[in-house]
């Protein structure tokens, strides 16, 4: 049994049964919301390169259809269960009541080790779960995007299958709906312009409507507010570079092997970090990037390191439980926005919400990429392509709507924003 499956789904349950008594729900109504709608498994066998056949466990969950068709990514990694698709799923559906659109939650997975594999392997791989789990999904049932492992070149094989097994030659309207089946597709086969940044836009957005809310009540240490950003993939990369532009200082930045850091907390430079970064694999020998280690005296810092640096605002955008019991009482930030899922605990998230720090939850916090999605869908669905402008303002235009409505709920109820967020989520579902 894999416990850590298991826990992610406590966790999520007991957060919807606590919020469902604060909204005095009926035990019965409460138990729907918790209990997923459907939980599809399958055995995937594919061939592999050497000539023999391997075996793959698969899942779909779909956790609740009450909004809208169900939605949510699809991971390839060897810890998934079906309790962690379950809990996830579950999770979705918050975060696509709070974002304000009109869908439910659902998620996939493989138990798979993708670097083991060859491409042609992934690719067999990623046809066979589509042809296992094609009667459940569809444009208007349940759409999967990328999660954990998988991208836009896993969509287009999925993209590619689902249009086969459907079949036939058609209209273009109809291929286009067809591929809005799945989002975060490559833009040639209908995927969105702005995808790719959107979980690192929204994350911003969401700071910066926090920011505006708190007014005086928020002081920066310095001329600008300064951040530290734990992962650099394309969350937290897209993060620190739009909220560079955005005016705030992003001082340090990791990767899974460790970060950079200048001797007096001179804010980065984004973009030629990931420069950097590509040329050397990796961030931590990045500290003397553009020659200036001289200058500021670049560091290298360990990732545990990062998380208690004197900064302004905390972006865990890699790993869950990263801030727990054994380091909560050394955060020193005043703000931490949740662009991972999960990165802290429930212990240390009561622990800093009652010290006072603002904890801006990842089911809203990193909830611009499925709102980018929808966005995707709708064009598939009306076979229009929008420009980038426009995705990025509507993402815009949701995600402040969004945090309206979990700011009034937070200044009603008290608690945390976690709290209002669940809040907000619940009563659009069961209503
Ligand atoms: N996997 C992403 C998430 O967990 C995106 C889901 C989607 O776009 O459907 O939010």
Same mark, same amino acid.
């Given at each position: 049994m894999?416990t850590?499956g !298991?826990e992610?789904?406590q966790?999520?349950q &007991?957060l919807?049964?606590q919020?469902g /008594?604060?909204?005095?729900?009926?035990?019965?109504?409460?138990q729907k919301l918790?209990t997923?709608e459907?939980s599809?498994e $399958?055995?995937l066998?594919i061939?592999?390169d050497?000539?023999s056949k391997? +075996?793959f466990q698969?899942y @779909?969950v779909?956790?609740n259809?009450?909004?809208?068709p169900y939605?949510? =990514?699809?991971? %390839?990694?060897?810890q998934?269960s079906?309790?962690?698709?379950?809990?996830l799923?579950?999770?979705?559906s918050i975060k696509c009541?709070?974002a304000?659109i009109?869908?439910?939650? =659902?998620k996939?997975?493989?138990v798979v080790?993708?670097k083991?594999?060859s491409e $042609?392997e992934?690719e @067999?791989l990623?046809r066979?779960?589509v042809?296992?789990?094609a009667e459940?999904i569809?444009e208007?049932?349940?759409?999967?995007?990328? #999660?954990?492992?998988?991208n836009g070149?896993?969509?287009?094989?999925?993209?590619d299958?689902?249009?086969k097994?459907?079949g036939?030659s058609?209209? !273009?309207e109809q291929?286009?709906?067809w591929r809005?089946?799945f989002?975060?597709?490559?833009?040639?086969i209908g995927?969105?312009l702005?995808?790719?940044e959107?979980?690192? *836009?929204?994350g911003?957005?969401?700071l910066?409507?926090?920011l505006?809310?708190l007014?005086s009540? %928020?002081q920066?240490?310095g001329?600008?507010?300064?951040?530290?950003?734990?992962?650099?993939?394309?969350v937290?990369?897209y993060f620190?570079?739009?909220?560079?532009?955005e005016?705030?200082d992003i001082?340090a930045?990791s #990767?899974?092997?460790g970060?950079i850091i200048y001797k007096?907390?001179e804010?980065l430079d984004?973009?030629?970090v990931?420069?950097? /970064?590509?040329?050397?694999?990796t961030?931590?020998g990045?500290?003397c990037?553009g020659?200036?280690c001289e200058?500021?005296g670049? @560091?290298?810092?360990?990732n545990?390191?990062?998380l208690?640096?004197?900064?302004?605002?905390?972006?865990p955008s890699?790993?869950?439980?990263?801030?727990?019991? =054994?380091?909560?009482?050394?955060?020193?930030?005043?703000?931490?926005? !949740?662009m991972a899922?999960?990165?802290v605990? !429930?212990?240390?998230? #009561?622990?800093?919400?009652?010290k006072?720090?603002y904890i801006i939850?990842d089911?809203?916090? &990193? +909830? =611009?990429g499925?709102?980018?999605s929808?966005?995707e869908?709708?064009?598939?669905m009306?076979n229009e392509?929008?420009?980038?402008e426009?995705v990025?303002?509507r993402?815009l235009?949701l995600?402040?709507?969004? %945090?309206?409505?979990?700011?009034f /709920?937070?200044?009603?109820n008290?608690g945390s924003?976690?709290?209002a967020?669940?809040?907000v989520?619940?009563? *659009?579902?069961?209503?």
């Open positions: 894999n850590q !298991e992610m789904l966790t999520a &007991n919807i049964r919020t /008594k604060t909204l005095n729900l009926s035990d019965a109504d409460i918790i997923p459907h599809h $399958a055995k066998e061939k592999l050497n000539g391997k +075996s698969a @779909r779909q956790h259809s009450n909004i809208g939605k949510g =990514g699809i991971r %390839f990694h060897p998934v079906l309790p962690e698709v379950q809990a799923a579950t999770l979705m009541s709070v304000g009109p869908l439910g939650g =659902g996939g997975g493989i080790d993708p083991t594999l $042609a992934l @067999r990623s066979a779960y042809r296992a789990f459940f569809g208007e049932k349940d759409i999967p995007a990328p #999660d954990v492992n998988t070149q896993i969509m287009s094989w999925m993209v299958e689902y249009i097994i459907k036939g058609t209209s !273009e291929i286009s709906k809005g089946t989002t975060g597709k490559p833009i040639e995927g969105s702005g995808r790719t959107a979980t690192g *836009r929204g911003v957005i969401a910066k409507e926090l505006s809310k007014g009540k %928020f920066a240490s001329p600008k507010p300064t951040i530290a950003v734990q992962g650099f993939g394309n937290g990369y620190a570079e739009i909220a560079s532009k005016g705030f001082v930045v #990767d899974s092997k970060g007096n907390m804010p984004i973009p030629l990931m420069k950097c /970064k590509k040329e050397k694999g961030l931590s990045c500290y990037s020659g200036v200058l500021k670049g @560091r290298p810092i360990s545990e390191e990062l208690e640096l004197g900064v302004d605002i905390l972006v890699a790993l869950e439980n990263v801030i727990h019991k =054994g380091n909560m009482t050394k955060i020193k930030a005043k703000i931490v926005v !949740e899922n999960g990165p605990t !429930e212990e240390a998230h #009561d622990y800093l919400v009652e006072g720090v939850p089911v809203f916090a &990193n +909830s =611009g499925v709102t980018v929808y966005l869908w709708k064009q598939n009306e392509k929008w420009a980038e426009k990025n303002t993402l235009e995600m402040t709507q969004a %945090f309206e409505s979990i700011w /709920k937070f200044e009603k008290k924003l976690k709290d967020a669940f809040q989520a619940i009563e *659009r579902m069961i209503t």
